[in-house]
C-alpha cells in the first residue's frame, strides 16, 4: 500500500556533504515515524536517525550533530541532510516508515553513499 522512493547519495569526499531524500506514496496516514537506517558491508543494518509525524527527532551518537533529518507532511518525504562526511559513514542508506497502527514497516530500494579518504 505504501511506496517508498529514495534518491540522492553517491560518492563523496571526506568533509563533504550530501542530501537523501525519500518520497512515500499510497495509502498515507497521520500516525507514523519515518527513518533513515544504514548497512556497512559485513555489518549489522543500523538506525541512524528517525522522525515522527509531530517532528520529534532522534540520532545515532555517531552521527549526532552531522546529520539532520527533516520531513513534510504536506508533500509526504523526508530528507536527511549529511554534513562533515567521514569514512565510516560509508553504507548503503535505506529509507523506512513505520506506520504506528496497524505497526508496519515499509522500505525504500537503499542508496549507495561512499566517503573517501
Known amino acids: 500500500q505504501v511506496q517508498l522512493v529514495e534518491s540522492g547519495g553517491g560518492l563523496v569526499q571526506a568533509g563533504g556533504s550530501l542530501i537523501l531524500s525519500c518520497a512515500a506514496s499510497?495509502?498515507?496516514?497521520?500516525?507514523?515515524?519515518m527513518a533513515w537506517y544504514r548497512q556497512a558491508p559485513g555489518k549489522q543494518r543500523e538506525l541512524v536517525a528517525d522522525?515522527?509525524?509531530?517532528?520529534?527527532?532522534a540520532y545515532a551518537d555517531s552521527v549526532k550533530g552531522r546529520f539532520t533529518i527533516s520531513r513534510d507532511n504536506a508533500k509526504n518525504t523526508m530528507s536527511l541532510q549529511m554534513n562533515s562526511l567521514k569514512p565510516e559513514d560509508t553504507a548503503v542508506y535505506y529509507c523506512?516508515?513505520?506506520?504506528?497502527?496497524?505497526?508496519?514497516?515499509?522500505w525504500g530500494q537503499g542508496n549507495q553513499v561512499t566517503v573517501s579518504s
Open positions: 523506512n516508515l513505520r506506520r504506528i497502527w496497524p505497526a508496519t514497516d515499509y
Open positions: 499510497g495509502s498515507i496516514f497521520r500516525g507514523n515515524v
Open positions: 522522525i515522527t509525524s509531530g517532528g520529534t527527532t
